[in-house]
Nanobody, 122 residues
Framework: QVQLVESGGGTVQSGGSLRLSCVASGKIYSINTMGWYRQTPGKQREFVAGQTTTGTTNVAEPLKGRFTISRDDAKTVALQMDSLVSEDTAVYYC?????????????????WGQGTQVTVSS
């Protein structure tokens, strides 16, 4: 079992910055993907950014240049958010895709954090 715990959410004025962090616990293999999604009321959860432990990085096109994802190791992921605007207000969820041994083979399983609120005030 894997658990993801986020930190760093809060309220910031438009134009400001926030940094979110997420730490995974449990049996974490060295090769995995971790990242961030966000969700606002009434809308589907949307992809923000993701990074593999081998360095492959994806950031949602509209957020490129403002959001930066980074990883220190196989158990952590951070999201640096700059030049925030009111449209960035959402609950941000840490996501991890980890290989889990089923007894016969490895299966990729998705895990989610509990979410952290980010509010950008204008």
């Amino acid at each position: 079992q894997v658990q993801l715990v986020e930190s760093g959410g809060g309220t910031v004025q438009s134009g400001g910055s926030l940094r979110l962090s997420c730490v995974a616990s449990g049996k974490i293999y060295s090769i995995n993907t971790m990242g961030w999604y966000r969700q606002t009321p009434g809308k589907q959860r949307e992809f923000v950014a993701g990074q593999t432990t081998t360095g492959t990085t994806n950031v949602a096109e509209p957020l490129k240049g403002r959001f930066t994802i980074s990883r220190d190791d196989a158990k952590t992921v951070a999201l640096q958010m700059d030049s925030l605007v009111s449209e960035d207000t959402a609950v941000y969820y840490c996501h991890g895709r980890f290989p889990i041994w089923s007894g016969l083979n490895y299966t990729l399983v998705d895990y989610w954090g509990q979410g952290t609120q980010v509010t950008v005030s204008s």
